[in-house]
């Protein structure tokens, strides 16, 4: 065997692949479902929590504020461990996938609530006189004329941001989370084969490369014109 | 009540824990030293690449920083410490992050500070050049100088997500901050330590998260 | 004189420690237009922005077309439909078309349906002369049409008085005459007006009465060609022979 078939043996093992295909596949689903649990429940809540804010209730708005600062300074791995390891202590067994899922959509939750914070509080005083000179209500004025144009402007950083939190779904490996990285790594230890491994990391750049380049492309579609 | 403090904020298994999870303290902030300057040295590389406007070397250059935009640092980190041995090459845990940050983070900084040097006008460079600085000395003198200031919130921001990703070193086995409070705890059977890990990180990261969170309302606002 | 549409009774305003209104009273008869002067940070865009709430008086009282602004009871979205009021910097929706601009509060607060909002929207960028620009969004527009869209979003409301804060401060010399033109048109068609405004000529020709303004008090006020011709106070005669210098 030359080297390069060696090479080819080990990483790209036809039977080796044909064997855990269906495992890894299994993986995708379950980390597609994951991903779009998390971006759902996270941007809505982000957004939940940037309009709550925006009636700007004192107490409540420092509490808002220290949550999402929590979640921005926490590492994601850290708040899976924490839930998945440590919530049992109060009796609280959240599963692998919960504890990552709930985790995530925190962290989304806290970065998408500032983006969104920030784009309602760019938009000049005017634009809310004007449309409460009219007679508009105040929760009118944010939905008609403040959060169109609010959103608009956080689509690019909130792309990017949800992209780098969305592939984080691969640290639910740490807690036995069957999603690709998961799968992939029981099967190269019952196989003592790479190839698996190789296969994983395949399906990650299928899954999340055409999502790094639409985002690429909505950065430039919607880079603010006036 | 008192179980949950029991559990989560036990005061004698903390001050037990408390030198372990320093050590590990200890290691992620030389870990973070390592992998920050690593990492912007591999966006440095690429920025200055992009730099040259021709069609073979931007094309892969956007290929490559997609690919680790879109590859999670998690499974590259995997990748390396599982996979590689497999080609007799065992590198270590500690070796393995720091490989896949320079990667990884490397490709994100060097979005960012593209950005930057296209975001400085073109006389600039017209104005060196000029007086005789040579191309890399105007881009060292002043382009480079403009290029960070004008995108100094996105650095920040970005260097606060690789210190957190830091924590992926527990993964491999390297003693870090979330790897001993781990240890700490299989020993203990009992939360605690993790949860000091967490105040650990909290009380560090949060002065930072407080600027950038100024910074990045201020940054959105000049968008328009 | 007719009935006052506006009656403002001793307004005061704080911002912290400055007293921007020192117990300001303001009536404004129908059909009347009453012009605004004064140096800046006299209290002039304070009183205009206290007729219809968006700055909270500190004490007085406001009752525009019989309506207690002031009572914690009154529906200010709803009154507001009958104060029009057109700003400065214009504060046109930059997400929407002209149309869209003139007919969100149609819809929204006045609860017309779409096509009754849409029709009664064209007619009032017609009045303004841009019937042709409905489809138009405000940066496609030049500064003197985007005023101009602004004044039809409030008349289109069927406002019982307008306020104008500043209407062509930020237009370029060229466009002012084209806003100034739709002021006198609205004047004519017997629309009441609260104008604050630098237009010294606009005031002379179109305003039944002019108020002088200064440090948060009315200082005098009376005919246009009274105030500019023979003012009684010294701070008033200061301030035209100021204005008209430049």
Partial sequence: MSKWEKFLDTFFNARVMEKYLPDILSGVLVTIELAVLIVISGLVAGLALALVRSLGLRPLNWLIIFVVDLFRSLPPLVIIVLMYFGLPAADVSPSGFVSTWISLALVLMSFSEEIFWAGITSIPKGQWEAARSTGLSFGQTLINVILPQALRLTIPPLTNRTIAITKGTALGTVVAVTEILGQASSAVSNSYNPSPLMMGAAAYIVLFL????IGRWIETKFAWKR | MEALIQSFFNAEIAAAALPIVLDGLLNTILLSLLVVPLGLLGGLILALLANVRHPLVRWPLMAWVDFFRAFPPLVLLVLLFAGLPFAGLELGGFACVAIAFFLNTGAYYGEILRAGIDSVPVGQV?????TGLSGLQAMTYVVLPQAVRNVLPDLMSNTLEVVKLTSLGSVVAVPELLF???????VTYNPTPIVMAAVVYFLILWPLVRLLSRLENRALAARR | MAAAIVEARGLHKHFGALHVLKGVDLDVAERELVFVIGPSGSGKSTLLRCLNRLEEPSAGSIMVDGINLLDPRTDINHARQRIGMVFQSFNLYPHMTALGNVTLALRKVAG??????????????ERVGLGDRAGHTPGQLSGGQQQRVAIARSIALEPRVMLFDEPTSALDPELVGSVLGVMRDLRDSGMTMVVVSH????????ADRVLFMDEGVVVEQG???????????DRTRAFISQIQRH
């Fill in chain 2, 126 to 130: 017209e104005a060196a050049r000029s």
């Fill in chain 2, 180 to 186: 001993q409070a781990r240890q700490a705890q299989s």
């Fill in chain 1, 210 to 213: 055409p999502v790094v380049v």
């Fill in chain 3, 199 to 206: 237009e010294m000529g606009f005031a002379r020709n179109a």
């Fill in chain 3, 223 to 233: 005919p246009p060609a009274a105030i500019f011709e023979n003012p009684s106070h």
């Fill in chain 3, 112 to 125: 017309k349906s779409r096509g009754e909002a849409d029709a009664i929207g064209r007619q009032a960028l």
